[in-house]
């Protein structure tokens, strides 16, 4: 498929986003609501296994988190809302319908304002996000299933989004930032590797220009962003081709294989109709006043949106400021890394360095530096005396990476000015004794060709002579100074 025939389509996604709601107990049992590393089947209530005589009833806390979802989706929320059946016979499923909202969901039209790299701002509309329950879980063993029902009766949000994604990236960038959204607003932990979040993506390709949209399918619950993109990627491209053929692509509903990195057909897309929705008698209406949503969407932590304003702000590009927001995530309850420039946020030139500390120095050393234990320290204490001795030119990059990773993971935080001082981390920058080693190295053979070269203008040997003066320093010698003092004997 090559890139002339590709170009002449367009892709349109539409993503579907089932998001476990952060509940103690389930929709409408009092059973566990944390399945993670629980035996099958252990976390089930009659109620949840729809036993004759069981009656429902409504968790407060997951209609509370829902109201949460919906500021974080800058939607509307309803003032009454109401549950349905959604009938279909499935193993994992034991009632025999799923109770979901369908005419009345909690969650009105709304919109997700998505950054990209390349600077847009891709504006996603919500159609609505309902309140429902989970269904069971089935594993498959070659000619047979088990069944582990220890998810049924989950409490979820489905956000539905309008078809206003147009590019792969888009739609990973999409599924990326409701992540963060969800897990700022503390609606849910967020685990995608237990299914916290799942994404069911629509693609369809039409023409460049067609007035309608092309027939869609829906590739089912998606548990990574890269996974959300390169199925899009995969879906659009396999729809090209069949209608370059001349055909017709089927609705229906396809699975995403990881390891193939391809969709294959599952079933047939039902319609709205297949499912025999009605009204749930069991389980009363939703009844809010616009006192009881504003006093729920008061006690909101802060959102990704706001905190890219105040990054911004200080100076930082795209790249950084995902790079925090992602890491805030990733390392929440265990260093609180956004946390440390709000507390320096008065003083911009102080929190820009602390940002960038985190996003060069802490990040990569959490990611990735198995001997790495998180302890006690106040990190930002520590930060801020490098930030001090690093502003008043008493510490080098270097010696304030090295002096960091001594540091960053005991449990108590000694003086660091004297421990930099004691270890020999301390720049030297005594004009006087720094002069004497610049005449030295400029006087020293091994130099010499470079320091023609510079004379001739060739500003790049300057590197070698500031390591020279370092080397015979010690690493001590302050490396702006040492090059001021270059510049200052050859003219």
């Known amino acids: 498929m090559t890139d002339e025939i590709l170009a002449k ?82 193993p994992d ?18 919109v997700v304002h998505v950054p990209m790299e390349d600077g847009r701002v ?20 070659g000619d047979y299933s088990l069944v582990d029902l220890n998810r049924a009766g989950t409490p979820l949000i489905e956000i539905v989004s309008e078809p206003d994604i147009h590019s792969a990236i888009e739609a990973k960038s999409y599924a990326t930032e409701l992540y963060r959204l969800m897990t700022y607003a503390e609606v849910t932990f967020g685990d995608l590797y237990h299914g916290n979040m799942r994404f069911d993506v629509n693609v369809s390709a039409a023409l460049k220009g067609a007035t309608t949209l092309g027939t869609r399918a829906e590739v089912k619950n998606l548990n990574s962003f890269r996974s959300v993109e390169r199925a899009a990627e995969y879906e659009f491209r396999r729809q090209v081709e069949i209608l370059e053929k001349g055909e017709k692509v089927v609705q229906e509903t396809r699975g995403w294989d990881d390891n193939k990195q391809k969709t294959s057909s599952q079933r047939s897309k039902e319609n709205a109709q297949d499912y025999r929705y009605m009204p749930d008698a069991d389980i009363p209406p939703i009844v809010l006043s616009d006192d009881e949503i504003s006093a729920i969407q008061a006690d909101m932590p802060r959102l990704p949106g706001e905190w890219r304003q105040i990054l911004s702000q200080l100076g930082l590009d795209y790249l950084p400021i995902e790079t925090l927001l992602d890491a805030e995530n990733e390392f929440r309850g265990k260093i609180n890394i956004l946390q440390m420039i709000e507390d320096v946020i008065a003083d911009p030139k102080k929190a820009k360095f602390i940002a960038n500390w985190n996003v060069n120095t802490l990040i990569p050393i959490l990611r990735s530096d198995t001997n790495f234990k998180i302890g006690q320290t106040d990190y930002l204490a520590l930060e801020s005396a490098i930030y001090e001795l690093s502003d008043a030119n008493k510490l080098s990059s270097t010696n304030a990476k090295i002096l960091f990773r001594e540091l960053a993971d005991l449990d108590e935080l000694p003086n660091v000015e004297t421990y930099a001082t004691e270890k020999g981390y301390i720049q030297v920058s005594d004009e006087g004794a720094i002069t004497a080693i610049v005449d030295e190295v400029l006087a020293d053979p091994i130099s010499a060709k470079a320091v023609e070269d510079l004379k001739n203008g060739n500003d790049k040997v300057i590197g070698f002579l500031v390591g020279q003066i370092m080397k015979k320093s010690g690493g001590k010698a302050n490396p702006a100074l040492a090059q001021k003092l270059i510049r200052e004997r050859i003219k």
Not at 122 to 141: M, N, P, Q, S, Y
């Open 93 to 110: 499923l034991p009632k025999g319908y799923q109770t979901t909202q369908l005419h009345q969901p909690i969650i009105g039209s709304g």
């Open 9 to 90: 389509y367009e892709m349109t996604v539409g993503v579907e986003c089932h998001v476990q709601l952060a509940t103690d107990t389930k929709l409408f049992s009092g059973a566990d609501n944390d399945a993670r590393d629980k035996s099958p089947n252990s976390v089930v209530s009659p109620i949840d296994y729809g036993l004759p005589g069981m009656l429902p009833v409504l968790n407060r806390r997951a209609v509370d988190l829902a109201i949460k979802a919906g500021k974080a989706l800058n939607s509307s929320i309803a003032h009454i809302s109401r549950f349905d059946r959604k009938h279909y016979f499935y």
């Open 122 to 141: 891709v504006d996603v509309r919500i159609h609505h996000a309902h309140l429902e329950e989970d269904a069971g879980k089935l594993t498959h063993f």
